[in-house]
């Protein structure tokens, strides 16, 4: 099934494609108009303005609460009618330390607030508390995409894997553009990374 979407696209890789080279865009006015600095790093709200950003050329319901349930593979993400408690606790959750900040990003994954781009938004999220908290940031091109959906699918049971993988990532280059956008790359999505294994084939 192709999501609806204000495109009119009806083939589920034309809208894949579309929705990659947009939200690059977007993510690319993002970091350059200095509209991130401006956000509430750690909150749902700040995760919600960076959605509705992304995909607001693309999708209705951009920055707003999914209300379907969803799963990848056997992993269902956080029902419905528990969504709003989640995202009001992890509002709350610490973020002081780079542990701490982990552990909030693998609890947002769980929530997967929106019906689609939680990937992108998160990551974004995630090095927007970085940023504010430790003065740093991911560099994606150091993360390995199989490595990181594995170890993001096994995060809700133990998050050491994640926490590794990501931990000797960190950069100080927080102003880097080709550090920032490396982590919108929609292959370290679930769904984008076959597509982009299949675009490989292709080629």
């Known amino acids: 099934m192709v999501l609806e979407n204000k495109l009119g696209i009806t083939e589920s890789a034309e809208l894949a494609r579309e929705e990659e080279r ?3 865009k977007k993510a690319l006015e993002l970091f350059e ?15 919600s303005e960076i959605h509705k950003y992304l995909f607001d050329e693309i999708y209705y319901f951009a920055g707003e609460i999914r209300n379907v349930n969803i799963a990848k593979g ?6 419905v ?8 606790h992890i509002d709350k959750m610490p973020q002081s330390t780079f542990e701490e900040i982990i552990e909030k990003y693998v609890e947002m994954n769980v929530a997967h607030p929106f019906r689609e781009g939680n990937g ?10 970085f940023k504010k908290e430790l003065g740093k940031v991911v560099d994606w091109s150091k993360v390995d995409k199989e490595d990181y959906l594995l170890a993001m699918e096994r995060s809700p049971i133990k998050n050491v ?20 956008m490396k982590g919108i790359d929609a292959s370290y999505n679930y769904e984008g990374y076959f597509l982009y294994k299949l675009n490989e084939l292709e080629i």
């Open 120 to 129: 992108r938004s998160t990551r974004i999220w995630l090095d927007l508390i």
């Open 22 to 24: 947009i939200s690059k």
């Open 81 to 88: 009618m528990y969504l709003n408690q989640a995202l009001e």
């Open 161 to 180: 894997e994640i926490r590794e993988l990501l931990k000797q990532a960190l950069t100080p280059d927080i102003n880097d553009r080709e550090v920032y």
């Open 74 to 79: 056997n992993f269902r993400f956080a029902p």
């Open 33 to 47: 108009q200095g509209i991130l600095d401006s956000l509430d790093a750690g909150t749902f709200e700040a995760l």
